[in-house]
């Protein structure tokens, strides 16, 4: 029996060596996440990245430290800019959200960047198919988001917003090509192009109302919701089958306009009434 410990002592010692130097590389990870978060917040994302790729390298299964990397690369990208080194911050950035994501597919922080990713890349993007396609890319993350969390008032809003974002210059190229102003009122006049409009469009349009209520269903002083909602119904209505539609249509947005402004106004009133009184109690 003794020869046979003499034999394990060896074997143990190397597996407790193993263990010791495993946790100490954990000890020293979790070091280098603090001090990237110390740089992260003090906007020195440069140096949170190197600090955030250390505490991945010592130990690679460690979530927190991949997810915060991806957002230093993401607040390093400049939404628009055609520089090479910014397409690579972006690039960057989607990767190691896309890895967070291979770890845990419902991690609603990645797919909330990526989906923000999506949308902000847009503002770089002139040709109109092109940006489409972005949109929709973004629609995909934000509608994952939304059914991860049906309580995300923001993931339905930005879908609203989406939804207005891909039919409103659509819809400027048919008022134009159909000889009308922005100020003067519809349905648009061509009926071929209003009725195949309408078959495209339609659906969609409705979708983003429906989510943009969904999302004052969860928040019922939710303004920016209302300011979309006004612009769909608004827009929505040059579609109209009929003058009567039309009408209803246009009364819809005037009243989403008007709660629009009753919110902001009323946010802005509660503003100005607490902060006297927070100030003078201090």
Known sequence: MKRKWTYLVPALAVVLALVSGTGCKKLRARDDLNKGV??????????????????IELDPTFPTARLYLAIAYFQQWIPGSDEPDNAKMLEAAKDQFNQVLQDDPKNAIAIEYLAQLNYSETQGIKDLDKK?????????WYQKLSD??????????SLGVIAWAKWYPTLSVARSKAGMKPEDPGPLKDKKAREELRGRYWDMINAGIADLNRALDIDPNYDDAMAYLNLLYRERADLAATPEDYKADIAQADSWMQKTLDTRKKKAGMTADVTPASAGSQ
């Open 132 to 140: 489409t396609a972005k949109f929709d890319e973004a629609k995909e």
């Open 148 to 157: 991860l969390d049906p309580k995300n008032k923001t993931a339905l809003y």
């Open 38 to 55: 110390q740089a992260f917040k003090s906007a020195r994302y440069s140096d949170a990245v190197d600090k955030f790729k250390e505490a």
